[in-house]
């Protein structure tokens, strides 16, 4: 099993020293300082968010059940993973190459009806831009991608390349999810994304070495975007308490803080993190209402604001929604 | 009117003539009428309200309870290029939520989850539109599930009457009678023209064989795969019964193509399932009551029951996803004495216990006492007391029926507070006993020696069709001389060079 070969050789040089949760934020890949320094200190930056999806649930059990010697698992070699490097683009170059082959593979039968493989509308609208820019070249692509794609898969183990290719839809055929891959791969399932975040790793690291070999899929590699923000401490101890179902007023008692102080930790939050934090403070049809009245008035100044809506809304939602709006400005 | 209708139908769908009964709803919508649909499952609903959207302007507003299959129709619809359409519903990120409501004018044809209605934000937006058409899907929901679990449902009347009263179309697969009343009744007691079409297909042969065990179940249903040999449906009523018996008929059957289904699983990996069965890629899907709602595969020769549904509404659909195309079809179900306890025990975890109820009304009790009055939320109640959030849901649309809530506010009476745990003790128990006597109903259906055709129709129509085919076990019928005719499944046996070849026409 791939997981568990890959939580025992994590824990070599964590042992003793750090938790086994660490391994896990390690794999699911958390922007924390912590977690940023366990990678680098233990050199295991290849590994770190291989496994966003990875349930903690399932890695406690398991990583619970390896220490304790409780199973034997045989020993699987860990394949190529670039963690560090490719993390924060691994999601975008795979669902691009995915929809844009299930695409070109149905644009040759003149087939105009399916359902894309997948909902990301920033994904659907950058296929839809190629589409619209290659037209005429269409054909022209699918023999070059095809070379490209046959070239690299050819060099990884035949079970990878097996397990990409029948991931993708295409015309008259339809991919085979993560369980159905399993069984025709007699692998667990958890390992399946494992794998497949191991062959996109390999993809990007040969089309970054080699451009001038892989013009077509350098085209889907995403520019890496500026180093993303990340939380200061002390509003990530704010949010622990938050996590914990403190109050705002009980979270300013136990830290020796203002109230306002925690307030202003929690729109830093909303503002980098976006909406997890802010349902519980802000309602989205009242976050809607103020955003609508700061593009209206165009002002951000909450005095304007509060006194626009006739105090309906105090100044610690209007940050909020404001922070929020800011969130989707950043994004998009 | 008719050949407009006609003519769209080929414009839009592609089709020469309508199924059953859609003209006639159709010609009633288009009157703006209030109509009340009654079609059987796979005539094709949605053409009733789709049709209108694409011909006339304005907006048609679609409720429905079944998230997924909302989503799969937009996708649908979008991959067969009608763009102006959208859902709302609880899978929508923010960002999307807020696009599509800004933006709703934009839309011809726009589906909601019930809950999203309970938004006044979205309802203040809503009453800008020109709402052509207001369309209650599931209608029966409003009578089966309504009253505990879809208490969004009953909301629909006073949004109706907010919009202005627009025309309204109830469409359901199934109803009785008595459900049909239910409807009217809870939509504002509207006047409305029905259109109710017998629900008892006559290609469909029904059969029931007893087994001692589970052993004994899995061989007979292998036996029945092998002898059928075509595409076929079978339900669980649990997720992990699908899944493993999907597993045995694998190791056994390493020919046909079985795949699993249920809703635990990725929406993504639920789409691709339902999208190589309409392919062809499968040939059997092992499945819960999730599966089926707008999947429309015409050749599904074969049902098989492995675990019942509680009632016979739920029977009556899930089987009539058989036989499409009108060729002879057929429904097997398979027992065993022990099988009875399942659906007993599902019908008590649906609803609330007592002592959840009361637990949970002690620690809101505290709540208020030690001055915090903001309603919890329900991930904070469930650190404290198991309970469902469905159940959750219940329990806060009868508090807020009883003044308990009121506006995110808890507000504590003594004498309300007692009354309240009265009364939901009492509502709990008649839920309870109005569904043991539905599954009652199912069990006599199992074990009656007359006509099943008869007997399962009962309840919901006059008179009953003769089969065109076989008709039932009870009846004499077999399915000794079945010809089986296997169908050849896509087998992807290609190595990946093959398949990527293949992809891309290389
Ligand atoms: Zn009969």
Redesign the pocket.
């Known amino acids: 099993m791939l997981l568990a070969s890959i939580i025992l050789h994590a824990v070599q040089p964590i042992r003793n020293e750090r938790s086994t949760a660490s391994i896990y934020h390690l794999l699911q890949g958390k922007r924390s300082a912590q977690t940023l320094q366990d990678a680098h200190m233990y050199g295991l930056t290849n590994l770190f968010g291989i496994y966003p999806k990875l349930s903690r649930e399932l890695f406690d059990q398991l990583a619970q059940d390896l220490l304790e010697n409780k199973i034997q698992v045989t020993e699987t070699p860990i394949p190529y993973f670039d963690g560090m490097a490719y993390q924060s683009q691994t999601d975008t170059f795979l669902y691009r190459l995915l929809l844009l082959l299930q695409m070109l593979s149905n644009q040759a039968n003149g087939e105009k009806h399916y359902i894309p493989v997948t909902d990301q509308a920033q994904v659907q609208y950058w296929v839809k831009q190629l589409y619209r820019q290659k037209q005429l070249q269409l054909g022209h692509w699918r023999s070059c991608l095809y070379e490209e794609l046959y070239g690299l898969l050819e060099k990884l183990p035949e079970m990878q390349a097996g397990l990409f290719v029948d991931r993708i839809s295409g015309y008259q055929h339809i991919g085979l999810t993560a369980a159905q891959l399993a069984v025709k791969y007699n692998l667990q399932v958890v390992d399946v994304p494992l794998y497949q975040t191991s062959t996109i790793h390999y993809f990007l690291d040969q089309v970054r070495a080699n451009k001038s070999l892989f013009p077509y899929l350098g085209t889907l590699v995403e520019q890496p975007k500026q180093q993303s923000h990340t939380i200061t401490s002390t509003a990530h101890k704010t949010r622990m308490m938050l996590e914990r179902g403190l109050t705002l007023d009980q979270i300013a008692a136990a830290r020796g803080l203002t109230e306002n102080t925690i307030k202003d930790h929690i729109v830093e939050m909303t503002w980098l993190e976006g909406r997890r934090l802010a349902s519980r403070f802000i309602g989205e049809a009242d976050a809607a209402v103020i955003m609508d009245c700061a593009e209206k008035t165009g002002t951000n100044k909450l005095k304007q604001i509060h006194a626009t809506l006739n105090g309906k809304y105090d100044y610690f939602q209007i940050r909020m929604a404001l922070a929020l709006r800011n969130e989707q400005e950043v994004e998009t | 009117m008719k050949t407009d209708l006609q003519q769209a139908l080929k414009k839009y769908y592609g089709y020469d003539q309508f199924r059953t009964g859609q003209l006639e709803i159709l010609e009633s919508v288009m009157q703006n009428r209030h109509t009340l649909g009654v079609l059987p499952t796979g005539t094709g609903k949605s053409v009733c309200y789709q049709l209108p959207a694409f011909m006339r302007s304005g907006q048609v507003i679609v409720v429905s309870p079944l998230l997924s299959l909302m989503e799969d129709q937009v996708k649908q619809l979008r991959a067969k290029g009608f763009k102006r359409v959208a859902a709302l519903n609880s899978f929508l990120n923010y960002e999307d939520k807020q696009q599509v409501t800004r933006n709703l004018a934009s839309y011809d044809l726009l589906y909601v989850s019930p809950e999203m209605l309970q938004n006044d934000y979205l309802i203040s937006r809503l009453m800008q539109l020109e709402i052509q058409l207001f369309v209650v899907d599931e209608a029966h929901c409003i009578s089966q599930w309504g009253k505990e679990f879809r208490t969004d449902y009953l909301r629909l009347a006073e949004v109706v009457r907010t919009l202005r009263n627009p025309p309204v179309l109830a469409l359901t697969g199934t109803a009785t009678p008595e459900v049909q009343t239910d409807i009217q009744h809870l939509l504002g007691d509207l006047e409305m023209e029905k259109h109710i079409y017998p629900m008892d297909r006559q290609n469909i042969a029904?059969f029931v064989q007893e087994v001692q065990d589970q052993q004994e179940k899995n061989e007979t249903m292998l036996a029945l795969l092998r002898k059928i040999q075509a595409p076929t449906i079978i339900y669980f009523s649990s997720r992990n019964m699908a899944e493993s018996v999907a597993a045995l008929i694998r190791i056994n059957m390493p020919d046909m193509a079985c795949a699993y289904y249920h809703g635990g699983m990725e929406n993504e990996d639920r789409i691709l399932i339902q999208q190589q069965f309409l392919a062809g890629q499968l040939q059997i899907i092992c499945c819960t009551s999730a599966f089926g709602m707008g999947v429309d595969k015409e050749d599904v020769r074969l049902i098989i029951h492995y675990h019942l549904p509680n009632d016979k509404e739920s029977f009556i659909q899930e089987v009539g996803r058989a036989g499409r195309d009108g060729k002879e079809s057929v429904s097997v179900v398979l027992y065993s004495t022990g099988d009875w306890q399942i659906p007993v025990h599902l019908i008590e975890q649906d609803l609330p216990e007592q002592s959840s109820i009361q637990q949970l009304m002690r620690n809101l009790y505290q709540r208020v006492k030690a001055g915090m009055t903001d309603l919890p939320a329900y991930e904070l109640i469930l650190q404290h007391i198991p309970i469902g959030e469905t159940q959750w849901r219940f329990l806060l649309y009868q508090m807020e029926k009883h003044d308990i809530v009121k506006g995110n506010q808890l507000q504590y009476n003594a004498q309300t507070w007692k009354d309240f745990l009265e009364q939901i003790e009492k509502l709990v128990g008649d839920r309870k006993k109005h569904k043991l006597v539905q599954l009652q109903r199912m069990k006599e259906w199992v074990y009656t020696d007359t006509?099943?055709?008869?007997i399962l129709f009962a309840h919901f129509q006059r008179t009953v069709r003769p089969?065109s085919g076989r008709?039932?076990d009870?009846?004499g019928?077999t399915l000794q001389d079945w010809e089986t005719v296997p169908v050849s499944v896509q087998q992807d046996a290609a190595g990946w060079r093959e398949q990527l070849r293949f992809l891309l026409q290389q």
Do not use: G, V
Not at chain 2, 451 to 454: A, G, L, P, V
């Open positions: 029904y006509c099943r055709r008869q089969a008709c039932c009870n009846c019928d």
